[in-house]
Every structure is written in structure tokens, then in C-alpha cells.
């Protein structure tokens, strides 16, 4: 994906046409793997570039960003939409390629800025969706401003997940019914306790939220990932 924010989710979006290009040659059900911020297939740099201060081609400073986090968010409210994909993996596990920094922290870290040991704002996308059984596809009215993704579990109990692809602050509706629900924000104000301690992070409820007119209001800062618990 190429560098500056707008192409990057218009390539998330682009997902839905792989999938039918993939279904146009086999009529099955497509496995999604490894879908990555930067193509996986490109020869990484050697020692010496790292030495010099480059990162690898594979590596995108995105990775620990809330940037990244609307982006993964935005990519799998596209995939919900299909009933043709079986499966998607997504990064790796730990490194500056992972949902996580390893102990010993970044290797280079003027250029991928990173806590050691702490997840980055994109776990908390696949966090939040962990307790969930369910996902229900969700259709956002100005999908390059903002996505949503809605999940239900084994008790109908319903979450939905928003991000702001914008650098800026936006204002938006989603329409629920009349209904009382908790949000959660993780926000450039949140980040850091969210990444540093993320199971404390997810386990807080949030702020209570009631619906105006069947629907929920929310002002979301810029690149924010928020969670809706309706209630």
C-alpha cells in the first residue's frame, strides 16, 4: 500500500474485488493469507540496510498506529459484506510485522517508534471481537470517512465496532432503535494505556450512551477505533 492515508484505505476497501476476481477463476470459498500493510512477497533489505538505518520493504511504520487499527477494521467490515471468503490471516504475532511488540522492543526506532512488550492499537480490533460468534454485516454511509463492523454472541448480546478514517474529527449516527449501550474509545488520548495494558483496557465498560431518536450520536476524534456495547 502505497504511503499516504486515503490510498492505503481505499486499498482496504479494494478487498471485495479480489475476492470476486478470485472467485471469477475458482468458485469456491477464498482463503484470505497473510493480508498485510505492506506486500508480504517484496525481498527484505539485508543487515546492512537495517544498519543504515532503512526499514525492510515488508515493514510499514502503520503497524503501531490507530491509523492501522481503522484500516484493519475498514478491511474486515469489507470482508463481512462477502459470502465468499472462508478464512483471513492477518499479520504476524510479535515484531513490527505482529499486533504486538516484542520484549526487546523495536530495532530501529527512529523510524518504527514502538513500546517494548506492548500490543498495538490494532490487537484491540481482534480483541474485541474474541468473545464474539457472530458477525453481521454493517453498511456505512461514506465508507472512505467511516467503517463499522457488528457482532452478536451466543446470547444475541450485540457489540459494534466504529473507526474514523479521517484525520480529523467527525461526527456520526448509527442507527440502533432506542436502546441504552457503553462506549469505549480508543483514541492519541488512550493509546498508551491501551497498549501498555490491554486486558485492563478492554475490560473497562466505558461510558454509558443513550440513543436520540433510534439512533446513536457519537463525535469520533480522529483515527478513533470505538467500541459500542449495546445494552
Same mark, same amino acid.
Given at each position: 500500500?502505497?504511503?499516504?492515508?486515503?490510498?492505503?484505505?481505499?486499498?482496504?476497501?479494494?478487498?471485495?474485488?479480489?475476492?470476486?476476481?478470485?472467485?471469477?477463476?475458482?468458485?469456491?470459498?477464498?482463503?484470505?493469507?497473510?493480508?498485510?500493510?505492506?506486500?508480504?512477497?517484496?525481498?527484505?533489505?539485508?543487515?546492512?540496510?537495517?544498519?543504515?538505518?532503512?526499514?525492510?520493504?515488508?515493514?510499514?511504520?502503520?503497524?503501531?498506529?490507530?491509523?492501522?487499527?481503522?484500516?484493519?477494521?475498514?478491511?474486515?467490515?469489507?470482508?463481512?459484506?462477502?459470502?465468499?471468503?472462508?478464512?483471513? &490471516?492477518?499479520?504476524?504475532?510479535?515484531?513490527?510485522?505482529?499486533?504486538?511488540?516484542? $520484549?526487546? #522492543?523495536?530495532? /530501529?526506532? +527512529?523510524?518504527?517508534?514502538?513500546?517494548?512488550?506492548?500490543?498495538?492499537?490494532?490487537?484491540?480490533?481482534?480483541?474485541?471481537?474474541?468473545?464474539?460468534?457472530?458477525?453481521?454485516?454493517?453498511?456505512?454511509?461514506?465508507?472512505?470517512?467511516?467503517?463499522?463492523?457488528?457482532?452478536?454472541?451466543?446470547?444475541?448480546?450485540?457489540?459494534?465496532?466504529?473507526?474514523?478514517?479521517?484525520?480529523?474529527?467527525?461526527?456520526?449516527?448509527?442507527?440502533?432503535?432506542?436502546?441504552?449501550?457503553?462506549?469505549?474509545?480508543?483514541?492519541?488520548? &488512550?493509546?498508551?494505556?491501551?497498549?501498555?495494558?490491554?486486558?485492563?483496557?478492554?475490560? $473497562?465498560? #466505558?461510558?454509558? /450512551?443513550? +440513543?436520540?431518536?433510534?439512533?446513536?450520536?457519537?463525535?469520533?476524534?480522529?483515527?478513533?477505533?470505538?467500541?459500542?456495547?449495546?445494552?
Amino acid at each position: 500500500h502505497l504511503r499516504d492515508p486515503l490510498t492505503m484505505l481505499e486499498n482496504a476497501a479494494d478487498v471485495t474485488e479480489t475476492i470476486e476476481a478470485a472467485q471469477s477463476i475458482v468458485p469456491q470459498q477464498v482463503v484470505l493469507s497473510p493480508i498485510t500493510l505492506r506486500p508480504w512477497h517484496k525481498v527484505p533489505r539485508g543487515p546492512d540496510d537495517l544498519a543504515a538505518g532503512n526499514l525492510p520493504a515488508d515493514v510499514d511504520p502503520r503497524q503501531m498506529s490507530l491509523l492501522g487499527a481503522a484500516w484493519t477494521l475498514a478491511q474486515l467490515s469489507r470482508l463481512a459484506l462477502s459470502p465468499h471468503v472462508h478464512s483471513a &490471516t492477518y499479520f504476524e504475532t510479535t515484531g513490527w510485522r505482529g499486533l504486538m511488540e516484542t $520484549e526487546n #522492543g523495536s530495532s /530501529l526506532p +527512529s523510524k518504527f517508534f514502538s513500546i517494548p512488550g506492548a500490543v498495538f492499537p490494532l490487537y484491540h480490533v481482534f480483541a474485541e471481537m474474541a468473545d464474539f460468534n457472530r458477525v453481521c454485516p454493517t453498511h456505512s454511509t461514506h465508507p472512505l470517512q467511516v467503517e463499522a463492523l457488528t457482532l452478536l454472541d451466543a446470547q444475541n448480546r450485540k457489540r459494534i465496532l466504529v473507526a474514523n478514517l479521517l484525520p480529523e474529527e467527525q461526527e456520526i449516527k448509527i442507527k440502533t432503535g432506542t436502546c441504552e449501550a457503553r462506549l469505549k474509545r480508543l483514541t492519541a488520548d &488512550t493509546a498508551e494505556d491501551a497498549m501498555r495494558m490491554p486486558e485492563k483496557f478492554s475490560k $473497562e465498560p #466505558g461510558d454509558p /450512551l443513550k +440513543s436520540v431518536s433510534g439512533k446513536l450520536e457519537l463525535k469520533l476524534a480522529p483515527y478513533e477505533l470505538a467500541r459500542v456495547d449495546v445494552l
